[in-house]
């Protein structure tokens, strides 16, 4: 369900060169040189924010962690990665592909389920990631069992199974 559009009035910058208009608190200007913008086209995901699909907010990054799905074993490296960051908002996107921290409505900070950048700073990559269909969860490697001598296949890991 979507949330009412957000009638308050947006700032919207651009990157120096660039050809869209972003909200301040965008990851897309992460690293980047900005101006005001003047009636170019918004970014799509800023679009959306503003179109009413907007953002979840969180009282601190321990709440927004777990919800965003950031790898347990990470959290330490994220905290570390983000522990002189000044920030006074917390708040996920609906889309859930980030977190992000700012500071007086400007980004200064995003946490994405395999990395932390930092706004002037640099970007942390997260090893407890594992991209693939189960969502990113690090997950142990199947275990088989024998191959049976009779018919060639797999056994189960318990080891009995019918033969034909």
Not at 29 to 48: H, S, T, Y
Not at 75 to 97: C, I, N, Q
Not at 106 to 126: F, H, I, P, S
Request: with cysteine.
């Amino acid at each position: 369900m979507a949330a009412a559009p957000d009638a308050r009035p947006h700032s919207l910058v651009k990157i120096v060169g660039g050809d869209r208009a972003h909200l301040t608190s965008c990851g897309h200007l992460f690293g980047k040189e900005v101006v005001p913008a003047a009636g170019e086209q918004v970014c799509d995901l800023c679009q959306r924010e503003i179109d009413g699909f907007g953002r979840t907010s969180f009282p601190d990054l321990d709440a927004a962690l777990p919800a965003m799905g950031v790898s347990s074993t990470d959290w330490p490296a994220v905290k570390t990665a983000l522990s002189g960051v000044a920030h006074d908002e917390v708040f996920m996107p609906y889309s859930r592909s980030y977190i992000a921290l700012n500071r007086n409505g400007q980004g200064v900070a995003w946490v994405g389920k395999n990395y932390v950048d930092v706004a002037g700073g640099t970007r942390t990559e997260l090893p407890g990631y594992a991209s693939g269909p189960r969502g990113g969860t690090v997950t142990a490697e199947p275990r088989y069992g024998e191959v049976c001598g009779t018919c060639f296949m797999t056994k189960p890991v318990g080891g009995t199974h019918d033969c034909w």
